[in-house]
């Protein structure tokens, strides 16, 4: 069991950890060898065709995925709208003191006791 072959080699670490899994996976013998350049598997020299040709089903199997591009967000911009909306209640001073919306109690429409009492017909909420 002296002799050894590489089978594959990567910088990619997880490359080599996935496909020792993939041997592992079918009791080939082998080893994972770490230096600086990057990782390798090495295989007892009779096992080396038969762990070449299952890497290489690996790989047919699963392709790499490439990144899928992000897609660019265009914000608009808010001002006009914003400006707009301003413009409107400057030009009518008394629409907040409308009897109309002050009847609806549309300013305390944020709160749930305002929710119960404008879905109620106006009713309090039950003690």
């Given at each position: 069991m002296?002799d ?7 910088r ?9 899994l993939?041997l ?5 013998p082998h080893?994972?060898?770490d230096d ?17 040709d299952e ?6 199997e ?7 591009k992000?897609?660019?967000?265009v914000?608009?911009?808010?001002v006009p709208?914003?400006?707009?909306t301003?413009?409107?209640?400057a ?8 009897p109309?919306?002050?009847r609806t109690g549309?300013?305390l ?5 305002s929710w ?11 003690r």
């Amino acid at each position: 069991m002296n002799d050894m072959r590489v089978v594959f080699d990567s910088r990619n670490r997880r490359a080599c950890a996935d496909r020792a899994l993939v041997l592992a996976s079918l009791q080939i013998p082998h080893q994972l060898v770490d230096d600086d350049a990057g990782c390798a598997l090495v295989v007892p020299a009779e096992y080396s065709a038969r762990a070449l040709d299952e890497l290489r089903l690996y790989d047919q199997e699963n392709p790499p995925q490439r990144p899928r591009k992000l897609k660019t967000v265009v914000y608009q911009n808010a001002v006009p709208g914003v400006v707009h909306t301003l413009s409107l209640f400057a030009r009518s001073p008394g629409l907040l003191a409308s009897p109309i919306l002050a009847r609806t109690g549309w300013l305390l429409a944020g709160s749930t006791v305002s929710w119960f009492a404008l879905a109620s017909g106006g009713e309090p909420l039950p003690r």
